[in-house]
């Protein structure tokens, strides 16, 4: 049984699905050499509880890590740039993750169903957040969005039960099908002058809202 894993030095890419399901995997040092780890590379390797990227790595690709369900501690230098589709779905233990200032681009779904995830502070040069990225963050309760941020896709907030505070950046001009749906204990909403769009269902089933603010 495959218990721990060394990369060695003359490694430099990690290709998609090498060790997906490999489920008594506890422990997996990288090498710093390694510049490339593919889809799927760590998925659903459910003991896992701690990695660290090496600082080569610019892009953490499609379900990296999605259902690494012991996962409790990630670090990434700060050299990554994109975070791709499901990258850490299902990381149902994860309750914290610090994001690199250097990421752009935040595809869907990475963040879904990361039922303890408690707070984020989103990187100060995002200019959206795709569908579903915190789809069912049932604990998230904190989240800082950058002044940069100007659309918020479908369901991004969707079944936050615990999202409680939340600012709403000036440059926001977009909110996506039920992006904040359920999100019970929301009590402000503040919607920019530069708004244009708000979708269907956006702000359904906010109970607790007591100050709605528009711009305009």
């Given at each position: 049984l495959?218990?721990n894993?060394?990369?060695?030095e003359?490694?430099?890419?990690?290709?998609d699905?090498?060790?997906?399901?490999?489920?008594?995997?506890?422990?997996i040092?990288?090498?710093?050499?390694?510049?490339?780890?593919?889809?799927?590379?760590?998925?659903?390797?459910?003991?896992?509880t701690?990695?660290?990227?090496?600082?080569?790595?610019?892009?953490?690709?499609?379900?990296?890590l999605?259902?690494?369900?012991s996962?409790?501690?990630v670090?990434?230098?700060?050299?990554?740039?994109?975070?791709?589709?499901?990258?850490?779905?299902?990381c149902?233990?994860?309750?914290?993750?610090?994001?690199?200032?250097?990421v752009?681009?935040?595809d869907?779904?990475i963040?879904?169903?990361c039922?303890?995830?408690?707070?984020?502070?989103?990187?100060?040069?995002?200019t959206?957040?795709?569908n579903?990225?915190?789809?069912?963050?049932?604990?998230?309760?904190?989240?800082?969005?950058?002044?940069?941020?100007?659309?918020?896709?479908?369901?991004?907030?969707?079944?936050?039960?615990s999202?409680?505070?939340?600012n709403?950046p000036?440059?926001l001009?977009?909110?996506?099908?039920?992006?904040?749906?359920?999100c019970?204990v929301?009590?402000?909403?503040?919607?920019?002058?530069?708004?244009t769009?708000?979708?269907?269902?956006?702000?359904?089933?906010?109970?607790?809202v007591t100050?709605?603010t528009?711009?305009?």
């Open positions: 495959l218990t894993v060394t990369i060695p003359n490694v430099t890419r990690i290709n699905n090498v060790f997906e399901k490999c489920r008594g995997l506890l422990s040092e990288l090498s710093e050499k390694i510049e490339y780890i593919g889809r799927s590379a760590f998925r659903d390797i459910t003991e896992i701690s990695i660290s990227f090496p600082e080569k790595v610019t892009a953490l690709y499609g379900d990296v999605y259902g690494c369900s996962l409790v501690s670090e990434m230098r700060g050299n990554v740039t994109l975070i791709s589709k499901g990258a850490f779905q299902l149902i233990s994860l309750e914290k993750i610090e994001l690199p200032k250097t752009t681009v935040m869907e779904s963040f879904a169903n039922y303890c995830l408690k707070s984020i502070v989103l990187p100060p040069n995002l959206y957040i795709s579903y990225v915190f789809h069912k963050c049932y604990c998230l309760s904190n989240v800082t969005l950058p002044d940069t941020i100007e659309y918020i896709y479908d369901e991004v907030f969707y079944n936050c039960r999202l409680e505070i939340i709403f000036e440059s001009t977009y909110f996506g099908r039920k992006s904040f749906e359920n019970y929301l009590t402000s909403v503040y919607i920019p002058e530069k708004v769009i708000i979708h269907n269902n956006a702000f359904r089933c906010c109970y607790s100050n709605f528009m711009v305009g």
